[in-house]
């Protein structure tokens, strides 16, 4: 669904990515673990079109999207959660979650998607008129979430989803992401915390400084050696 190929990135002077090549196959629940300034972030906002490509290629369902900006992406079908939220905290909930739906012209759809978004998540239906900026840190996760399931996307690429949440929180986000794969959704994640994803996830990579050291099923990764040294505390 998703193939990155010879992937080079550069701020400036500084290669960031490495002739990084991974792929996410409908369906599945992918991971890219690495400890912070790894490169994991850089990675996942050149797949969404935030961050040029300067060598390689990205292909979504066969066709060729690396010179594509980021709304035409979301427009194919890949919704974007951002690391630290980017919610709108002057808007309100709804109007957060309208300004997801800014490709969608019927009225009556977008009443639709947010009754669903709605539905899935009732806090935020209880909260539809509060500004964003005044909701904890996990609920404007959620929201996030909510925000970027609007336009129905076939891939979900989710970075740092755990970052600054408290640990019930986490767990609660990293089950909504299985549940939505599960539903049908192909999710790639980027995750400083290997410990969680590597539990949900159908496959793995690790990345360090800008390239892929390991990769294999996730049950594989969490019994590599680096990893479990580096990443899971053992």
Do not use: H, W
């Given at each position: 669904m998703l193939k990155l190929q010879d992937a080079e990135i550069f701020y400036g002077q500084m290669e960031v990515i490495k002739k990084v090549s991974l792929e996410v196959k409908q369906g599945e629940l992918v991971s890219v673990i690495g400890a912070n300034g790894a490169g994991k972030s850089t990675l996942i906002k050149a797949m969404m079109g935030l961050v040029k490509i300067k060598h390689g290629k990205l292909f979504y369902e066969g066709e060729d999207i690396t010179d594509y900006p980021a709304w035409k992406r979301a427009e194919l079908g890949i919704g974007y959660v951002p690391e630290g939220r980017r919610i709108f905290g002057d808007l309100t909930v709804e109007e957060n979650l309208k300004m997801g739906a800014y490709k969608i012209k019927d009225?009556?759809?977008?009443?639709?998607?947010?009754?669903?978004?709605?539905?899935?998540?009732?806090?935020?239906?209880?909260?539809?008129?509060?500004?964003?900026?005044?909701?904890?840190?996990?609920?404007?996760?959620?929201?996030?979430?909510?925000?970027?399931?609007?336009?129905?996307?076939?891939?979900?690429?989710?970075?740092?989803?755990?970052?600054?949440?408290?640990?019930?929180?986490?767990?609660?986000?990293?089950?909504?992401?299985?549940?939505?794969?599960?539903?049908?959704?192909?999710?790639?994640?980027?995750?400083?915390?290997?410990?969680?994803?590597?539990?949900?996830?159908?496959?793995?990579?690790?990345?360090?400084?800008?390239?892929?050291m390991v990769e294999g099923t996730a049950e594989s990764l969490r019994r590599n050696d680096v990893v479990l040294k580096a990443y899971l505390g053992e």
């Open positions: 009225k009556a759809q977008i009443k639709k998607n947010l009754e669903k978004a709605y539905d899935m998540f009732p806090k935020l239906s209880e909260r539809r008129n509060q500004l964003a900026r005044t909701m904890s840190g996990g609920e404007q996760q959620i929201l996030a979430i909510s925000r970027a399931l609007i336009l129905e996307p076939r891939l979900l690429l989710i970075d740092e989803v755990s970052m600054g949440l408290m640990p019930i929180m986490v767990n609660y986000c990293f089950s909504l992401i299985k549940e939505l794969n599960q539903q049908g959704i192909t999710v790639l994640v980027v995750e400083q915390n290997a410990n969680k994803v590597l539990k949900i996830a159908d496959r793995g990579y690790l990345i360090e400084t800008g390239q892929i």
